[in-house]
């Protein structure tokens, strides 16, 4: 699953670079018996299989390094966001645990640092939301994009991004707005901060409670309700 992810684009050019290492490991490679199981029926009854704790806990103390924070992928975490991908690329050693099955034995949530969610909504396993994470982490570490790249992004200033446009300035009857051809840095800046509040206020209203606005985004977001 994960050899897309490493062997394309810009995660591809990161690991060449050396700005980030990953490794993959198997824990199934850690079980005892002659059938490699990793997982198990469920004490009490019930449906599906749950997975144990002695692959998977032999499989991470091999890997654990006093650096290492460990982190369990599950619907049940914190769910992801732009924060906490910043927050994650300042860690040294990140150890994603995924599991490819219904459910963790209770006693392996002893041995974790955090519980992540890619959002509320259940997959086959780990794997494509650790890969999620992965590469929101990737991209914002040092020389895996130009670091002018994310300062836009949208999140990184509790907002949406502006629309964007490039060539050519017309395209079936549609205009690039005239401001944007303008060269005109500070009215483009204040364009894009602008638009970058309408779209929020329309799409994702709930971004904009509980924020602290500066006097110049007060004006605008005055100027875009009178207009709405
Ligand atoms: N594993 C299964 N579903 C998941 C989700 N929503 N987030 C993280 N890991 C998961």
């Given at each position: 699953m994960f050899e897309g992810f490493l062997h394309t684009s810009i995660i591809?050019?990161?690991?060449?670079?050396?700005?980030?290492?990953?490794?993959?490991h198997d824990f199934r490679e850690f079980a005892l018996d002659r059938h490699k199981s990793v997982d198990d029926t469920p004490y009490g009854g019930g449906q599906g299989m749950v997975l144990m704790c002695q692959p998977l806990l032999d499989c991470l103390k091999t890997i654990?390094?006093?650096?290492?924070?460990?982190?369990?992928?599950?619907?049940q975490g914190q769910t992801f966001s732009q924060k906490m991908a910043v927050d994650l690329s300042n860690e040294k050693h990140i150890i994603f645990i995924c599991g490819h099955?219904?459910?963790?034995?209770?006693?392996?949530?002893?041995?974790?640092?955090?519980?992540?969610?890619i959002g509320d909504y259940v997959l086959t396993g780990g794997e494509l939301s650790s890969m999620v994470i992965s590469d929101a982490i990737i991209r914002l570490l040092h020389g895996a994009i130009r670091q002018s790249s994310h300062e836009d992004d949208s999140f990184s200033n509790g907002l949406l991004e502006y629309p964007q446009y490039t060539h050519p300035a017309e395209y079936d009857?549609?205009?690039?707005?005239?401001?944007?051809?303008?060269?005109?840095?500070?009215?483009?800046?204040?364009?894009?901060?602008?638009?970058?509040?309408?779209?929020?206020?329309?799409?994702?209203?709930?971004?904009?409670?509980?924020?602290t606005f500066t006097e110049e985004e007060l004006k605008l977001l005055e100027e875009i309700k009178e207009n709405y």
């Open positions: 591809k050019r990161a690991i060449e670079k050396g700005v980030v290492e990953v490794e993959i654990t390094t006093d650096d290492s924070l460990v982190i369990l992928m599950s619907p099955y219904e459910g963790f034995d209770e006693r392996i949530r002893d041995y974790v640092d955090m519980e992540v969610s009857g549609t205009r690039v707005p005239e401001v944007l051809l303008s060269g005109h840095h500070e009215n483009i800046r204040k364009w894009r901060l602008k638009e970058s509040l309408r779209r929020t206020m329309i799409r994702r209203p709930d971004l904009l409670e509980g924020r």
